[in-house]
């Protein structure tokens, strides 16, 4: 960005996160109605490689880099999400597993998008790391949007949603266990390793799962549909390689449905 007073002593492709703007800054960016992007994750269990911000840390890296030499500012993440269940995120019991109650979730997120509006942002966008705040965050972003006005739009968006089926099998071959097992396995493992490759314990990568699989949910859950170590499938065919790949598939489809959706605002 070379408007004089923003941005002056960064690079050019520099991403523009909204904690490191001015007031002036942010007031420009709104008039030239500049997107802005919210990364929502959790903190939970993931296995004994990944750090409990993972769901968070994916979203908000993969914004990052979609965001770097284009138009999009990027909020802090929000790192806490949805509790953990079992069949999807290991569960509560795990020690480190916190989360907000759903009614909570909604609230806080839905309040965010309503001030952003109400400031005159025209462009937002939940993107999304954890799979149980989905259904919450539909409801928070049907209450942030209940007083903009016709020129104001939001678009959630789960990361996993933007892996085409051919980019599964590009990716893996026809290796690929489905999404139901990838919790703290090859996906999110292999993009941490290749985004943040200080925070992986690489020599605790480790096969998962559990004893039984269910389809359907039990409370309490009895022990042997729960995960021991906390990862769903497997850690182990992971790598920095496939995360890159990844990574690139995410950030030019997630560059594509900016560019679609708020034609001339996310340009670069
Ligand atoms: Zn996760």
């Given at each position: 960005m070379t408007d004089a007073g923003m941005g002056d002593r960064m690079p050019?492709?520099?991403?523009l996160l909204l904690e490191t703007l001015t007031s002036p800054d942010v007031a420009k960016l709104i008039r030239d109605q500049v997107p802005l992007v919210?990364?929502?994750g959790a903190i939970e269990q993931h296995g004994p490689h990944l750090p409990l911000g993972t769901d968070g840390f994916i979203p908000y890296e993969v914004a990052k880099r979609v965001a770097a030499g284009r138009r999009l500012i990027v909020a802090p993440p929000m790192f806490f999400g949805a509790y953990s269940r079992p069949r999807t995120g290991g569960g509560r019991h795990f020690p480190g597993s916190v989360g907000l109650p759903g009614r909570v979730l909604e609230s806080v997120v839905g309040t965010l998008l309503a001030d952003w509006f109400r400031q005159g942002?025209?462009?937002l966008v939940v993107l999304n790391g954890h799979f149980e705040n989905a259904w919450t965050l539909l409801e928070a972003i049907e209450q942030g949007t209940e007083r903009s006005s016709p020129d104001q739009k939001a678009l959630l968006i789960h990361w996993w949603d933007q892996v085409s089926p051919d980019d599964i099998r590009r990716?893996?071959?026809?290796?690929f266990p489905g999404w139901e097992a990838e919790h703290a396995s090859i996906t999110e493992t292999s993009m941490m390793e290749y985004m943040r490759p200080d925070l992986v314990r690489t020599n605790l990568k480790a096969d998962g799962g559990a004893q039984r699989m269910t389809t359907y949910d039990i409370f309490p859950a009895p022990a042997d549909i729960l995960w021991p170590?906390?990862?769903?499938y497997s850690a182990l065919p992971a790598s920095p390689e496939i995360g890159e790949q990844l990574v690139s598939v995410l950030v030019r489809n997630i560059g594509r449905i900016l560019d679609e959706e708020f034609p001339g605002a996310a340009g670069a």
């Open positions: 050019a492709d520099a991403p919210l990364p929502v942002f025209r462009n990716i893996f071959g026809e290796s170590n906390g990862i769903g």
